[in-house]
């Protein structure tokens, strides 16, 4: 099983905080670093120092390491035109060496659309779907070649198609929970499917969809890789665990009911419950940026464990 950084930024970190984590993220052999795309703080974090854009952090981060795995869970479809968001994943793909993968969602956050003058229109999901279809699109294009598109919220006339990213494929992953269109959705464009944030059932009923839905689509089984996202606390013991939980301002019993939480055997035993439901990646959501030594935790007790 690949293990994965998560971070949420909007909380509260600067760019080298993100570049500190990423770094310590590589070094300590994780498969990837991913960043959530917000630009307000949540619940009672103040946000200090202010938020940072997800896709310029990467670009960052990009000529900063060299191994690890780059993205966003997930980049908001609100916040950039599918055209200019080709472009600026492509370019970002090319200055790591071909490292990158775009989790790209609808967007919901309606504050943050208002705290900084970002239009947040009603019907979403259909405006999400032209973006996959542009994006997925420009890239498929042959060098040489131009990409027209003419749906209901973008159109797109003889574009080059440029730049190319350096993957051949840049891997789109695609999550929630959404009982009929996200499966449907997925089915269509993603590489990766990822629940967020859900209970062991929760994700085996949404497995089976997207399962589902990408036979109904011709799909292989083995075609989309599927994973979770769920928030990390783990301690060498109880007081370890409290620690960290209270410095994220949640309490231990809740964590371990509704994340990965405990001891670094309690977390493993809960990740080997996951992949018997076919999760083969999780991105460890890790609110206290400056602990670090939770990471080393979770790399030398929780990743060494896993096949």
């Known amino acids: ?21 990423a770094k310590a993220t590589e070094d300590l052999g994780f498969d990837a670093f991913f960043r959530s795309d917000h630009y307000l703080s949540m619940g009672s974090a103040d946000g200090l120092p202010g938020p940072t854009d997800a896709w310029i952090t990467l670009a960052g981060l990009a000529r900063e390491t060299r191994r690890i795995r780059l993205g966003t869970l997930m980049t908001a479809g609100t916040f950039r035109l599918p055209g200019v968001l080709a472009i600026q994943v492509a370019q970002v793909d090319q200055m790591s060496g071909g490292r990158v993968e775009l989790g790209l969602g609808a967007g919901w956050f309606e504050e943050e659309h208002k705290a900084y003058g970002i239009p947040f229109p ?7 779907e032209e973006q996959l279809a542009v994006v997925t699109g420009l890239w498929a294009t042959e060098t040489g070649k131009t990409f027209s598109y003419d749906g209901t919220y973008y159109q797109l006339t003889d574009s080059p198609a ?14 929630g929970h959404g009982a009929t269109r996200t499966p449907k959705l997925a089915a269509r464009y993603a590489d990766e499917f990822n629940m967020p944030f859900g209970s062991l059932e929760d994700t085996r009923k949404q497995f089976d969809r997207v399962r589902a839905a990408a036979a109904e689509a011709g799909r292989g089984q083995d075609d989309l890789v599927y ?8 301690g060498r013991d109880d007081a370890e665990v409290a620690r960290r939980a209270a410095a994220i301002g949640r309490e231990p019993e809740e964590l371990k009911a509704n994340g990965l939480a405990g001891s670094p055997a309690e977390v493993v035993e809960k990740l080997g419950r996951y992949a018997e439901l076919g999760s083969s990646r999780v991105y460890l959501q890790v609110l206290d940026l400056h602990d670090l030594d939770h990471l080393e935790v979770i790399s030398s007790q929780v990743m060494s464990q896993l096949g």
């Not at 099983?1 to 984590?21: K, N």
């Not at 440029?162 to 999550?175: F, R």
């Not at 994973?227 to 783990?234: D, K, Q, R, T, Y």
């Open 1 to 21: 099983m690949d293990l994965r950084i998560f971070t949420e930024p909007q909380q509260g970190a600067s760019y080298d905080t993100l570049l500190t984590v």
């Open 162 to 175: 440029l730049p190319k990213p350096a993957q051949s494929k840049v891997p789109v992953l695609i999550g």
């Open 227 to 234: 994973s979770n996202a769920l928030v990390v606390c783990v």
């Open 122 to 128: 009603k019907e979403k999901f259909g405006r999400l």
